[in-house]
């Protein structure tokens, strides 16, 4: 994709994935200006350290996602939109409900809204994870709403070119609050064992690199409505206990309040409007707007109605060994 003389705002960008996602385009492409938002002062402070280099083509803007005046003064100008902004833990989400309401809900309706407010934004790619599929947690619950806004949205931008999407992952490695590195903080604490809450349990494994290319083929295909999300393989997490622990020995410790065993990712309810791409798939609206002949990207293959895409039932696996390589240089 083209980035030349383009302006791109992630908010909650000094994230994971945000941090990631900026020098990537800052290294890789001739992107005229990155626009971090954020409402961290620390982390833009630590973060323009860490990017000194490029700091001609940073702008930081201290803000809150809900906060709608200071998000429209923010998106003065910007071509591209990524909305990585989230409170994201579970429990955190649990017993603080109304704050992940206003952060995840009202602060997707002000970024909904910002867009459609300035003329220049032409794309914006919302984050979203598989708790908000089937939800049975909080957080799950507040992006599920998130995701449909986004999709509505595209209801409303009439004959502007804006068009919003939706990427959907699961747990990032390695990310910030991820399995990994509570592992490793563990294994540093001279610790013989590991938590485990069944031995059951399946993830995902997705890494930044192919969150972010997830990102930019939905900012340069998305025609509007659509959920994209990437094919990864599937491990044990008693594997990545095996992999990372030279013992391989855990505690049993039980499901947690909102845990699923299993990451679901595509429901078979979603699977007639499911088409397969070499390396990923795409979830299309159900509106009235939407139409197969104008709206699918072309490359695609249509799936079984009763096909579902949940980390227990891949078709790719990642062995122990697999898991030790993978973690090399983690």
């Not at 407010?117 to 998130?146: E, F, H």
């Not at 992999?243 to 947690?256: D, E, F, Q, S, T």
């Not at 079984?304 to 697999?322: A, C, I």
Request: aromatic letters at 12%; proline letters at 3%.
């Amino acid at each position: 994709m083209d980035f030349t003389n383009k302006s791109l705002l992630i908010t909650g960008g000094t994230g994971s994935f945000g941090t990631f996602f900026t020098r990537y385009l800052l290294k890789k492409t001739d992107i005229r200006r990155v626009i971090i938002y954020s409402r961290d002062e620390y982390k833009q402070f630590e973060f323009r350290k860490n990017f000194a280099e490029f700091d001609n083509r940073l702008r930081f803007f201290i803000g809150d996602v809900r906060d709608y005046d200071r998000l429209r003064r923010a998106f003065h100008n910007v071509d591209y939109v990524v909305h990585a902004a989230a409170m994201k833990q579970v429990p955190i989400c649990e017993y603080n409900p109304i704050e992940a309401v206003n952060t995840n809900i009202q602060g997707a309706i002000s970024v909904v809204n910002a867009s459609l407010d300035t003329p220049t934004v032409r794309r914006v790619v919302a984050l979203s994870t598989d708790k908000a599929v089937n939800p049975i947690n909080l957080y799950g619950g507040t992006k599920l709403v998130s995701d449909k806004l986004f999709t509505a949205a595209n209801s409303y931008a009439g004959g502007r070119t804006v068009r919003f999407a939706i990427v959907r992952y699961g747990n990032v490695a390695n990310s910030r609050g991820s399995v990994i590195p509570f592992f490793k903080q563990i294994i540093d604490n001279g610790v013989d064992s590991l938590p485990l809450t069944d031995e059951r349990m399946t993830r995902f494994w997705m890494t930044l690199d192919k969150a972010a290319a997830m990102v930019i083929t939905a900012l340069e295909s998305a025609k509007g409505g659509e959920t994209f999300v990437y094919k990864n393989p599937s491990f044990y997490v008693k594997d990545l206990i095996e992999a990372m622990l030279p013992n391989g020995k855990y505690n049993l410790v039980g499901i947690r309040e909102g845990e699923k065993l299993h990451e679901c990712m595509i429901t078979s309810t979603d699977a007639r409007r499911t088409y397969e791409y070499p390396d990923y798939y795409v979830i299309y609206p159900n509106y009235d707007w939407w139409t197969v002949e104008t709206g699918v990207i072309p490359g695609g293959k249509v799936l079984k109605s009763d096909w579902e895409y949940v980390s227990d039932k891949n078709t790719s696996w990642l062995s122990v060994d697999d898991l030790k390589n993978l973690l090399v240089g983690m």
